[in-house]
């Protein structure tokens, strides 16, 4: 049986300003209902996938943000989702989707950005998953 979960987190400013991510998952397992807010400070019914799912994505969010900065943008926003894909105990699939505001970036540039972060992602090197991003700029 496959199960997937999904988190969103959503990063303003830079690298540089202190200011971490907000992120918050929520899924269904059978009939109880789980949902998880904050920097992992308060959650309720909480499972590995989802706290997987909101680490990824505020993790990529950050690293986005980071290699950003190095090449002198500034983003105003990045919005990233993260759904893992459950599969008979094992991860098999991490899927992201970012959406990024930031001035003067191209979306070739993003691309190549983005490439670096989902490589370079220490969320994403403990999985021997398939991970793709999907990125769009606006």
């Keep these: 049986m ?3 979960r999904s988190a969103t987190a959503h990063w303003a400013g830079s690298g540089k300003d202190g200011k971490g991510t907000l992120s918050s998952a929520s899924g269904v397992l059978s009939e109880a209902q789980y949902g ?18 909101a ?6 969010s950050m ?3 980071f290699n950003l900065q190095a090449e002198n ?18 991860i098999p699939e991490i899927q992201l989707e970012t959406i990024v505001k ?10 190549e950005l983005v490439a670096d ?11 021997n998953a398939s991970i793709s991003v999907k990125a769009t700029l606006i």
Excluded: M, W, Y
């Design 2 to 4: 496959q199960i997937k």
């Design 36 to 53: 998880f807010k904050s920097r992992f400070e308060d959650g309720i019914g909480t499972n590995p996938e989802e706290l997987i799912a």
């Design 55 to 60: 680490a990824h994505s505020g993790c990529f």
């Design 63 to 65: 690293k986005l943000a």
């Design 73 to 90: 943008f500034i983003a105003d926003t990045i919005d990233t989702k993260a759904v893992v894909v459950l599969e008979n105990g094992a």
């Design 102 to 111: 930031a001035a003067g970036l191209t979306l070739e540039k993003l691309n």
């Design 117 to 127: 972060a989902k490589l370079n992602c220490p969320i994403s090197k403990l999985f």
